[in-house]
Nanobody, 124 residues
Framework: QVQLVESGGGLVQAGGSLRLSCAAS????????MGWFRQAPGKEREFVAA????????YYADSVKDRFTISRDNAKNTVYLQMNSLKPEDTAVYYC?????????????????WGQGTQVTVSS
C-alpha cells in the first residue's frame, strides 16, 4: 500500500533551519505532484509548497516564500522541505501529500495520499 513517511521535525529557535524529508513507497513517485501542508493547533490544514513531477516547477504559500524550498529526488522517491529563517508562527505539524495530477493544486482535498505528519516547533 502507499506510504508517505515524514522525518526531520523538531524544536528549533526562531531564525534557525530544519530540513524535512518525506519518503514515499507503494506508488509511482515520479507521476505525482508532491506537496507539503501544515496544521497548527486549532487551525485548518494549510498549503505550504508543492513541486511538479520533474522538480522544475514549484509553488509556495506567500507566508513561506523566500524562506522555504521544496525539492524532490525521484531516484530516492523522496521530497524535501528546506525551512530557513523559521518563525514561531511556523510551528505546526507538517504533512507531505501526493496528488496524481499534472498541475499544482494548493488545496488539501485534491491530494490522494498523506503522511502521518512531523512536528515542527519554533521557539521565540
Amino acid at each position: 500500500q502507499v506510504q508517505l513517511v515524514e522525518s526531520g521535525g523538531g524544536l528549533v529557535q526562531a531564525g534557525g533551519s530544519l530540513r524535512l524529508s518525506c519518503a514515499a513507497s507503494g506508488l509511482t513517485f515520479s507521476m505525482y505532484v508532491m506537496g507539503w501542508f501544515r496544521q497548527a493547533p486549532g487551525k485548518e490544514r494549510e498549503f505550504v509548497a508543492a513541486v511538479r513531477q520533474s522538480g522544475s516547477s514549484t509553488y509556495y504559500a506567500d507566508s513561506v516564500k523566500d524562506r522555504f524550498t521544496i525539492s524532490r529526488d525521484n531516484a530516492k522517491n523522496t521530497v524535501y522541505l528546506q525551512m530557513n529563517s523559521l518563525k514561531p508562527e511556523d510551528t505546526a505539524v507538517y504533512y507531505c501529500a501526493a496528488d496524481r495530477t499534472i498541475v499544482i493544486r494548493p488545496t488539501a482535498r485534491n491530494y490522494d495520499y498523506w503522511g502521518q505528519g512531523t512536528q515542527v516547533t519554533v521557539s521565540s
